[in-house]
Nanobody, 126 residues
Framework: QVQLVESGGGLVQGGGSLRLSCAASGRAFSTFVMGWFRQVQGKEREFVSAISRSGKNLYYGDSVKGRFTISRDNAKNTVYLQMNSLKPEDTAVYFC???????????????????WGQGTQVTVSS
């Protein structure tokens, strides 16, 4: 079993920055792909970013490329999402998720992920 706890969400003006954190516990963090998804009520969950267990492979959704940066600290069992140049359309609940990297699943697909956090709200004002 894996527990994921997100933090760092909040209200920010357009053009501002936030850093989300996701702390994992329960199993060997260093074997996990860690991903971020976001969801607006009434819409499908959207892929934001993911990072391989080693941190060498990074994945980004088209809408956040060049603005968001994912990173991880395996010593702290934590993954981060640095979000810069935020736009009102980035407003959503952001979820952290994970699956075992050794399974070789598609990191862009929400169905690959076995464990999910509760989410943290990010609101960007215009």
């Amino acid at each position: 079993q894996v527990q994921l706890v997100e933090s760092g969400g909040g209200l920010v003006q357009g053009g501002g920055s936030l850093r989300l954190s996701c702390a994992a516990s329960g199993r060997a963090f260093s074997t996990f792909v860690m991903g971020w998804f976001r969801q607006v009520q009434g819409k499908e969950r959207e892929f934001v970013s993911a990072i391989s267990r080693s941190g060498k492979n990074l994945y980004y959704g088209d809408s956040v490329k060049g603005r968001f940066t994912i990173s991880r600290d395996n010593a702290k069992n934590t993954v981060y999402l640095q979000m810069n140049s935020l736009k009102p359309e980035d407003t959503a609940v952001y979820f952290c998720a994970t699956y075992d990297d050794r399974l070789g699943y598609d990191p862009y697909n929400a169905r690959s992920y076995e464990y999910w956090g509760q989410g943290t709200q990010v609101t960007v004002s215009s």
